[in-house]
C-alpha cells in the first residue's frame, strides 16, 4: 500500500510569500503530525492532529504557521509571509492511533524542502 | 522540557571495526526509538524499544534502552558502507496522555570509510 505522501517535494519562495504544503497520510491512519528539519538538525515538532481535531499546536513557532486537517484525511501546513528562517525541510508523519499507553509506529512522509530566498 | 542528546554527532568509522552511539534523555520515558536518514530522504524506523533492559537486533545494528539511566545506546558491529547515513534517537512521553510526540536528538552522522 502506499505510504505517506507529501508535496510539493520543493518549494522555493520569495521572502513574503505565502505557502501551503500537502500531506496525504496512509489510509485510516487516525493521529497526523508535523515536524520542521532545520540543516543539520533533528525534527522539531510541529503540531498535531487526531483525525480533523489539531489537539496540539504548541509547536508552531509563531502565528505565520497554520495547520488544518478539515476531513481527518489530507493535512496542509501554511506559511504565511514567509521568512528566511522558514527554510527546512517539513515533513509529515500519521499513525494508527494512540491511547494511554499503547504504541503506534508512526510512519514519515519525504518531505517538503522549502528554501525562502 | 524534554531534552534528548546523542553522542557523538560526528562518527568516521573504518569497515569493519565496531562502535557505539549514545543517546541520553532528560524525563522520565518508556518509549525511544532509533531512525535513520540517508541524504535527501526521509526517516526510516530501525528500532522501537519499549521497556527498560530491552535489546534489539538488526544485522550489525543492536539498541538497547537503560530507561533508569535514561539511556540508549546504538551498537554498530563491524561496519560497512552501507550504514553510512545520520541516525537519530526520539522519545516521546509515556503517560496518561501521550499521543506519540516525538522530541528527538540532534542526530549522528556516520561515515563507514575503507
Known amino acids: 500500500g502506499a505510504g505517506v505522501s507529501q508535496s510539493p517535494r520543493y518549494k522555493v519562495a520569495k521572502r513574503g510569500q505565502d505557502v501551503a504544503l500537502r500531506c496525504d497520510p496512509i489510509s485510516g491512519h487516525v493521529s497526523l503530525f508535523w515536524y520542521q528539519q532545520a540543516l543539520g538538525q533533528g525534527p522539531e515538532f510541529l503540531t498535531y492532529f487526531q483525525n480533523e481535531a489539531q489537539l496540539d499546536k504548541s509547536g508552531l513557532p509563531s502565528d505565520r504557521f497554520f495547520a488544518e486537517r478539515p476531513e481527518g484525511s489530507v493535512s496542509t501546513l501554511k506559511i504565511q509571509r514567509t521568512q528566511q528562517e522558514d527554510s527546512a525541510v517539513y515533513l509529515c508523519?500519521?499513525?494508527?492511533?494512540?491511547?494511554?499507553?499503547?504504541?503506534?509506529?508512526?510512519?514519515f512522509g519525504p518531505g517538503t524542502r522549502l528554501t525562502v530566498l | 522540557e524534554l531534552k534528548v542528546e546523542q553522542n557523538p554527532l560526528f562518527l568516521s568509522m573504518q569497515e569493519g571495526k565496531n562502535y557505539t552511539i549514545y543517546c541520553n534523555y532528560s524525563?522520565?520515558?518508556?518509549?525511544l526509538y532509533w531512525y535513520r536518514q540517508d541524504p535527501g530522504k526521509s526517516l526510516e524506523s530501525l528500532f522501537v524499544?519499549?521497556?527498560?533492559?530491552a535489546v534489539k537486533q538488526e544485522g550489525r545494528l543492536m539498541a538497547s534502552l537503560d530507561t533508569k539511566a535514561r539511556l540508549s545506546t546504538l551498537h554498530i558491529t563491524a561496519a560497512v558502507h552501507d550504514l553510512s547515513a545520520t541516525y537519530f534517537c526520539?522519545?516521546?512521553?509515556?503517560?496518561?496522555?501521550?499521543?506519540?510526540?516525538?522530541?528527538f536528538g540532534q542526530g549522528t552522522i556516520l561515515t563507514v570509510h575503507p
Open positions: 524499544l519499549l521497556s527498560n533492559g
Open positions: 508523519a500519521s499513525s494508527l492511533a494512540w491511547g494511554g499507553e499503547s504504541y503506534n509506529e508512526q510512519f
Open positions: 526520539a522519545v516521546d512521553y509515556a503517560g496518561g496522555t501521550s499521543y506519540g510526540k516525538l522530541t
Open positions: 524525563t522520565t520515558s518508556d518509549r
